[in-house]
């Protein structure tokens, strides 16, 4: 099983942390959904210094979620010290985890996420402040490099190791490449034989049969699942059940879809109010309905949408729509067959 420092996990299924996504409302149901270990959205560490209502919000933790990794990010070592500081006495979270893979321009541009990935002795002298003043286990999630001239996977990772952090988190592309081209799962294979800390691989895990193949591939300790995910957790549960059984669970009907984007809706709604989570969950409805038939022209009207029972009436229309389609398809052939 996955063990970093001394919490253990149930499986080697990590929820990514996405930005914008990977709310209490999601790692709930990512949680609930058996995946081992979930991760936060990161937070930046001027922000919790500063102590902002939205900051805090955002390091809520359920204990529900546990065990669960809190992500910061920041470029200057002190602020990014004392804001690890505040996860470790401040919260629930198990884990504190630092971003090294972020490539937006605004992350990298004031010395923080990916632009480490350029300077293995900054990993070291960060990681090792971080580890010298908390209590919880310190992870780095990083990319395998700047771009294709510039990648220190290896180095880094050792980096991270000797400073003391207890695990890394490597997506196989470059910050160059940010989400586009193929994930690079050798040098992810190269970094899991230069360590002895836990590898989490992740990168192009869209599927169970990815997730193992990923694991047989690199030798990696957990697999990380990103947009794989996103209005999809029974991508999360289905790869747990493939992986320690070797059987691939069917994809969920279109109304047991529903029910799991109304719930995380109401859970959203919850937390931040109905206003505020309905403009957000329009996204994630969205995500929820990919690959349905018709479903362009319903994220089309929900788009459009502010009140979350009028959200709801829209969508289970358009279920109930599919529900009929599918009643007539099978009554057709049936009746075909006499």
Same mark, same amino acid.
């Given at each position: 099983?996955?063990?970093?420092?001394?919490?253990?996990?149930?499986?080697?299924?990590?929820?990514?942390?996405?930005?914008?996504?990977?709310?209490?409302?999601?790692?709930?149901?990512?949680?609930?959904?058996?995946?081992?270990?979930?991760?936060?959205?990161?937070?930046?560490?001027?922000?919790?210094?500063?102590?902002?209502?939205?900051?805090?919000?955002?390091?809520? @933790?359920?204990? +529900?979620?546990?065990?669960?990794?809190?992500? &910061?990010?920041?470029? *200057?070592?002190?602020?990014? #010290? !004392?804001? %690890?500081?505040?996860?470790?006495?401040?919260?629930?979270?198990?884990?504190?985890?630092?971003?090294?893979?972020?490539?937006?321009?605004?992350?990298?541009?004031?010395?923080?996420?990916?632009?480490?990935?350029?300077?293995?002795?900054?990993?070291?002298?960060?990681?090792?402040?971080?580890?010298?003043?908390?209590?919880?286990?310190?992870? @780095?999630?990083? +990319?395998?490099?700047?771009?294709?001239?510039? &990648?220190?996977?290896? *180095?880094?990772?050792?980096? #991270? !190791?000797? %400073?003391?952090?207890?695990?890394?988190?490597?997506?196989?592309?470059?910050?160059?490449?940010?989400?586009?081209?193929?994930?690079?799962?050798?040098?992810?294979?190269?970094?899991?034989?230069?360590?002895?800390?836990?590898?989490?691989?992740?990168?192009?895990?869209?599927?169970?049969?990815?997730?193992?193949?990923?694991?047989?591939?690199?030798?990696?300790?957990?697999?990380?699942?990103?947009?794989?995910?996103?209005?999809?957790?029974?991508?999360?549960?289905?790869?747990?059940?493939?992986?320690?059984?070797?059987?691939?669970?069917?994809?969920?009907?279109?109304?047991?879809?529903?029910?799991?984007?109304?719930?995380?809706?109401?859970?959203?709604?919850?937390?931040?109010?109905?206003?505020?989570?309905?403009?957000?969950?329009?996204?994630?409805?969205?995500?929820?309905?990919?690959?349905?038939?018709?479903?362009?022209?319903?994220?089309?009207?929900?788009?459009?949408?502010?009140?979350?029972?009028?959200?709801?009436?829209?969508?289970?229309?358009?279920?109930?729509?599919?529900?009929?389609?599918?009643?007539?398809?099978?009554?057709?052939?049936?009746?075909?067959?006499?």
């Amino acid at each position: 099983m996955l063990k970093i420092g001394d919490i253990e996990m149930k499986n080697k299924v990590v929820l990514a942390p996405m930005a914008g996504v990977c709310n209490p409302a999601f790692r709930l149901i990512a949680k609930e959904f058996g995946t081992g270990l979930v991760c936060a959205e990161m937070v930046s560490d001027k922000a919790i210094l500063h102590g902002n209502k939205r900051t805090m919000e955002m390091l809520f @933790v359920d204990d +529900r979620e546990k065990p669960l990794s809190l992500q &910061i990010f920041g470029g *200057d070592r002190e602020s990014l #010290v !004392e804001a %690890a500081k505040v996860v470790d006495q401040q919260t629930n979270a198990d884990i504190i985890d630092i971003n090294m893979g972020c490539p937006v321009p605004k992350v990298t541009s004031c010395d923080a996420g990916a632009r480490w990935l350029l300077d293995p002795n900054k990993i070291y002298e960060m990681v090792s402040a971080v580890t010298a003043a908390v209590s919880k286990p310190v992870t @780095v999630k990083m +990319r395998i490099g700047w771009d294709d001239e510039h &990648i220190y996977a290896v *180095d880094n990772a050792k980096a #991270v !190791e000797s %400073a003391g952090g207890k695990a890394v988190s490597v997506h196989g592309r470059t910050r160059e490449q940010q989400y586009t081209g193929k994930a690079n799962w050798d040098i992810i294979r190269d970094v899991k034989q230069a360590v002895s800390i836990p590898v989490i691989g992740n990168g192009d895990v869209f599927s169970p049969e990815d997730a193992r193949r990923l694991l047989d591939h690199t030798g990696c300790d957990g697999v990380m699942i990103g947009r794989g995910a996103l209005g999809n957790p029974w991508m999360l549960y289905r790869t747990i059940q493939y992986l320690e059984s070797g059987e691939l669970l069917p994809d969920p009907l279109p109304r047991e879809k529903l029910e799991v984007a109304i719930l995380h809706m109401d859970r959203l709604i919850a937390l931040r109010g109905e206003a505020k989570a309905v403009r957000e969950m329009r996204k994630h409805m969205a995500w929820y309905l990919k690959g349905l038939p018709g479903a362009a022209r319903v994220k089309d009207v929900i788009m459009e949408e502010t009140g979350r029972d009028k959200l709801v009436e829209i969508m289970e229309q358009y279920i109930a729509s599919l529900d009929e389609e599918a009643f007539a398809g099978v009554a057709g052939s049936s009746n075909n067959a006499h």
